[in-house]
């Protein structure tokens, strides 16, 4: 008897699947099913012509997130997504930005972070949430049908609540909100991003100083005894504004936009919001894309990724690996999703997930129970959907619109 012949190497897949399937943005591509089921771990061109890997298994994801010889610094990356020959070369993290630092660097911010967004401190925040969304509610009611509701509420009340916590004043959005959008638009040009970003950082700067002079109560200011520099102060400071700011907001609208067109899913969302949010967490995984660069030698899933290789992980196809979650497909807000690993894993994991999860928990029934008729102002097919190369997934404008009683 012969040893069996190993199976040939597949071909590295030329380019990263990008596109939500047509007509249904909450799907990942179509290509990423498939591959999982058959390759959770394979070889992948990227754009700039180097061969690294990509990863669609829920297992080999985790493994690779939990595992600190996955550097987290943006230089040592090639860029994964096609169409944006800008980022062929990835510059260092800007100072503050945590999920571009490895250990110990990291770990320096990272400790004295992790105290304040417990899940205690957050639970204390319920009450302020629910106000917030209940202005935002009202104001909506008050100006009548039709709104967008990205503008009107999906957007402000998670921008409130990232404002109060830091201490920055909402009332200067003017002067951030904008720069923390072209920062995450990989669309816009390196050079618009970078002074975006030292704009945005020189704002921060501003505001750190007036803390030092006079503390307020609030992140900023009780961060100013500490061993970080006016420089890391205002550039964490930045980075968590922008990070509370995208990120909660796409949530709320892709889910809402999810919910209009299942509205058999809303008794559920109401008799649990916990595990609704979660379900909903998973099924959209709106931070789809994660990048990583091997810098030992590793061996997973039977593979060797050597050092030096680029590792990019897509966390959308992971939250749908049928070998973790049932029926992974299928939105069902009563099922148990948690494990899913919208918020990262390992040592970079989202360091505001309570908070979001606060937000949403309140934001999303409050909403449907303001407005029981709440629907689509326009076909689905118009809603404007960001395209799959963007970090964050989601929708910049939602109309919508209800019955007045
Ligand atoms: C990190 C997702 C809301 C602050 C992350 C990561 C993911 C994520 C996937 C890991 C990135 C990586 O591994 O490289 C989300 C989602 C959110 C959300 C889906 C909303 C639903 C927030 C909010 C804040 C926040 C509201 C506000 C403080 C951060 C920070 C990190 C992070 C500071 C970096 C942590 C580190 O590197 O140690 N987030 N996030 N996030 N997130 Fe969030």
């Keep these: 008897t012969h040893d069996p012949l190993p199976a040939p ?21 179509a290509e990423l099913g498939p591959l999982r089921d058959q390759r959770p771990l394979t070889r992948l061109t990227y754009p700039d012509g180097h061969v690294g890997w990509l990863v669609t298994g829920y297992a080999a994801t985790r493994a690779v997130l939990a595992d600190r010889r996955f550097s987290s610094r943006y230089e040592l990356a090639h860029f994964p997504l096609p169409g944006l020959e800008e980022f062929d070369e990835l510059p260092p993290a800007t100072v503050g930005d945590m999920t571009g630092m490895d ?83 990989v669309t816009a040009t390196v050079e618009d991003r970078g002074t975006a970003m030292t704009e945005l950082a020189g704002y921060l700067a501003e505001l750190v100083a007036a803390k030092r002079a006079e503390p307020t109560d609030d992140l900023l200011s009780d961060l100013t005894p500490s061993d970080l520099t006016d420089e890391e102060l205002a550039g964490v ?44 967490l998973r099924h959209l995984t709106i931070a ?86 709440l629907r689509l102002a326009v076909p689905p097919g118009d809603v404007p959907v960001r395209p799959g190369h963007q970090n964050i997934h989601g929708v910049d404008r939602l109309p919508v619109t209800w019955d007045q009683d």
């Design 288 to 373: 789809h894309t994660g990048l990583r660069a091997a810098v030992a030698d590793v061996e997973l899933d039977g593979q060797l990724i050597r050092a030096g290789e680029s590792v990019t992980i897509s966390v959308q196809a992971a939250n749908r690996d049928p070998r973790r979650f049932a029926d992974p497909d299928r939105l069902d807000l009563t099922r148990d999703a948690t494990g899913h690993l919208s918020f990262g894993h390992g040592i970079h994991q989202c360091l505001g997930q309570q908070l979001a999860r606060v937000e949403l928990r309140v934001a999303l029934p409050a909403l449907f129970a303001r407005f029981p008729t």
């Design 237 to 280: 400071g930045s980075f968590l504004l922008q990070a509370g700011l995208d990120t909660t907001a796409n949530m709320i609208a892709l889910g809402t936009f999810a919910l209009l067109g299942d509205p058999g899913q809303r008794a559920a969302l109401h008799a649990d919001p916990a595990r609704a949010v979660e379900e909903l």
């Design 103 to 185: 250990a110990p660097e990291h770990t320096r911010f990272r400790r004295l972070l992790a105290g304040r967004f417990t899940v205690r401190r957050m639970r204390l925040l319920t009450e302020r949430v629910e106000q917030v969304t209940a202005e935002h509610l009202d104001a909506m009611a008050a100006h009548g049908p039709e709104v967008d509701l990205v503008g009107a509420f999906a957007h402000p009340v998670p921008a409130v609540m990232i404002c109060e916590l830091l201490g920055v004043p909402y009332a200067d959005r003017d002067r951030f909100q904008g720069r923390a959008a072209t920062v995450m638009d």
């Design 9 to 29: 190497l597949p071909e590295p897949l030329p380019a990263l699947p990008l596109d939500r399937p047509a007509g249904c943005p909450f799907d990942p591509p």
